[in-house]
């Protein structure tokens, strides 16, 4: 189960807002993940450790930059939950096993929302609600499960 606070964005949220290609330069996902979203004052000032992101149409557009699904998976993101995703950040971040959610309902979530995600449900504690997702198909799921395609690898030869 997850649980945290909804910090919200709109829609085509691209990977250069995430972490701006001026920072690419920083040897590591660590030394970069502190300027996540830096042109966003609300994520910088009130996410926490295992809070949600919660994004409309088109999350994660733009450039096919790995870094930004590493470094929000570096920074502890929860989930992140929008009503679409890009293409190649959705691969990306499923790569690394984070918790994608497509939820046609994204919208009505309030900034700041406590949220709880359990299996295929997404709940707010806030209103009660429970919104609708897409469910992902179940090797997806499995390897979101794993902790990401490498550690979904390892398992499968090993088992």
Excluded: W
Excluded at 68 to 90: D, E, M, Q, T, Y
Excluded at 102 to 131: F, Q, T, V, W
């Amino acid at each position: 189960m997850i649980r945290g606070k909804a910090i919200k964005f709109g829609k085509n949220i691209d990977t250069d807002q995430i972490i701006g290609a001026h920072h690419l330069n920083l040897p590591t996902i660590g030394d970069m993940a502190p300027f996540a979203f830096e042109n966003a004052p609300h994520f910088v000032e009130d996410f926490k450790r295992g809070d949600i992101i919660v994004g409309e149409d088109n999350f994660g557009c733009g450039s096919s930059r790995e870094q930004a699904p590493a470094i929000l998976k570096h920074l502890g993101v929860g989930a992140i939950v929008a009503h679409s995703f890009a293409r190649i950040f959705f691969r990306n971040a499923i790569n690394l096993g984070i918790r994608l959610i497509e939820c046609p309902e994204a919208g009505k979530i309030d900034p700041l929302e406590l949220l709880e995600i359990d299996n295929d449900r997404l709940r707010s504690l806030k209103k009660g609600n429970e919104y609708g997702i897409t469910p992902l198909p179940p090797f997806i799921c499995g390897i979101m499960a794993d902790g990401g395609i490498i550690a979904h690898l390892q398992r499968k030869k090993t088992s």
